[in-house]
């Protein structure tokens, strides 16, 4: 049977920056990364919606080691995955990785210290076995093969076409239609301005609204840079100045939550016409960072609704019929496409079953420690990124930590690292502080975060850059051992 030290699931940013940081911090170590769809990319694969594009700057959700070159900040899908693929091929990680490899199951040994992972390969998805020393989860947080949607009444005798974003059809056809799509967040701003202007109106119909900043599409200040600085440098200043700026605004706004408010609408106003109704369309109920900002670059979707190309409606839905949509207001929105921006559904490691000596993991059950690893499961991180920032800040961090236990057990002559929660009676908090429905509607089936460090899930880079580069890993928490067998 096959053996490998370390095991990379998932091939998205994450398991890209997992590799990277395995190759370059413990060269020694044999590997293999399993993605379970026929492409490399995660996210910037799967979603091929119209407009499709990064809603955090390229100089953070990019890689430390990997500079972002291109002169626009937020970037849109094909050009993110264009540079994980030339991560890959520079790094010689693609060698590595085994498509259509999907893990359908995790057996820990504490005998042999070691796991036994159930696969499936190929089309026929032939079953295979191997073990390995160490599993890294880069599977991401959502089930990849269903997203959110309810089921809306009369939907049946809808004519047209109802679509959802995560599974967009090749060449869809919406030039001279109108379109609904149905949502207010990240998916749904985005979607409205990139059909627009072929579609005969689009309407963007939500429930309640979501805050909406506009930023330019390209960093100026960034390009200047760049022409006077060497690269490496240059990203290096950006990427810093952006995350400083992220983690003020984000302290703010927990800290002043009604200025912050009102300076966000006030930068709305001044992007809309007078006689839009903003206290109805976008004002929303909750403070910011409740929930995720909606990032609009140049100002698209604002000028697509002063062009009279799109228009937001706020209402809920009563009923589908065959021309479009009845509202609970009486109102009527017609349609010849609806689209369903309405979320993700949220997945504990890709929904692969665990065991740990013959006993199946209830994740649910699990603290969370560093954000990464889970009680009482020995050998197995995660990576999980922001909340309130770029995912690949917190990626990059965990994979070096991932190395650095690593490294730890090889020069202790340990094979084992279990975070346990010890005496210590842990108040539990979901693990994620976020009022998003995506979010709340899965919590009570991710793990738990506790009331103080290492089982606290913070929600700041600096903090997990000091706990994850310099903290002791032998922290009273975190056990080391090897078999008594051995």
């Given amino acids: 049977m096959e053996h490998l030290d370390v095991l990379i699931v998932g091939a998205g940013i994450s398991g890209i920056s997992g590799a990277y940081h395995l190759k370059s911090q413990c060269s020694g170590k044999s ?17 091929r919606y119209p407009g ?26 094909p050009s993110i995955l264009n540079y994980l693929h030339e991560t890959a091929d520079e790094y010689d990680i693609k060698s590595k990785i085994r498509l259509n490899h999907r893990v359908v199951g995790a057996s820990w040994d504490s005998a042999t210290a070691r796991w036994t992972i159930d696969y499936t390969f190929g089309e026929a998805q032939t079953k295979g076995q191997l073990t390995c020393n160490f599993v890294y989860m880069c599977t991401g947080y959502y089930n990849y093969h269903q997203g959110h949607r309810r089921d809306f009444p009369g939907e049946n005798n809808f004519k047209g076409q109802i679509i959802h974003p995560q599974f967009w059809p090749e060449n869809l056809e919406y030039r001279g239609k109108k379109v609904v799509i149905i949502g207010s967040g ?31 599409g390209e960093d100026a200040f960034a390009n200047w840079l760049r022409k006077v600085l060497p690269g ?37 106003r001044e992007e809309l016409p007078a006689d839009f ?43 589908f019929d065959e ?51 889970y009680s009482g499961v020995p050998n197995l991180a995660s990576a999980f990124g922001y909340t309130n920032a770029s995912w690949t800040l917190k990626a990059d961090l965990t994979a070096e930590y991932v190395c650095r236990l690593l490294n730890h057990l090889d020069a ?57 580069r310099f903290g002791k890993l032998e922290d009273d928490v975190m056990r080391f051992s090897k078999p008594k067998t051995a």
Avoid at 54 to 72: C, H, I, N, Q, V
Wanted: aromatic share 12%.
């Fill in 31 to 47: 590997y293999a990364i399993f993605e379970g769809r026929s492409a490399i990319g995660g996210t910037w694969d799967l979603f």
């Fill in 52 to 77: 499709i594009r990064s809603d955090s700057d390229m100089y953070t959700l990019g890689f430390s080691f990997k500079p972002w070159t291109e002169a626009k900040a937020i970037a849109d899908g």
């Fill in 186 to 216: 990240a998916t749904a701003v985005t979607l409205v301005p990139a059909m627009a202007n072929e579609a005969a109106h689009v309407t963007m119909l939500q429930r309640s609204p979501t805050y909406v900043v506009s930023r330019p």
């Fill in 232 to 268: 490496k440098l240059a990203y290096g200043l950006i990427r810093w100045r952006n995350v400083l700026f992220q983690m003020y605004f984000y302290t703010m706004a927990r800290r002043h939550p009604a200025q912050v408010k009102e300076r966000l609408l006030g930068l709305l």
């Fill in 277 to 319: 109704d903003m206290a109805k369309h976008f004002t929303p109920t909750y403070n910011p960072w409740d929930q995720r900002l909606c990032l609009v670059p140049d100002s698209d979707l604002f000028a697509a609704i002063k062009a009279g190309k799109a228009s937001v409606v706020t209402d809920h839905i009563e009923q």
């Fill in 323 to 373: 021309a479009g949509i009845v509202l609970r207001s009486g109102e009527r929105v017609d349609a010849d496409i609806i689209v369903t921006a309405t979320g993700l559904q949220l997945q504990v490691l890709s929904g692969v079953p665990f065991e740990v000596d013959g006993e199946a993991v209830d994740f649910s059950k699990t603290f969370s420690y560093k954000g990464m690893m």
């Fill in 412 to 468: 202790t002559g340990q094979t084992t690292c279990l975070p346990e929660t010890g005496r210590e009676a842990l108040e539990p908090a979901p693990w994620l502080d976020f009022s998003s429905g995506y979010v709340t509607r899965a919590m009570e089936s991710f793990p738990k975060q506790g009331h103080v460090a290492p089982w606290k899930v913070h929600q700041n880079y600096a903090l997990d850059l000091m706990a994850f």
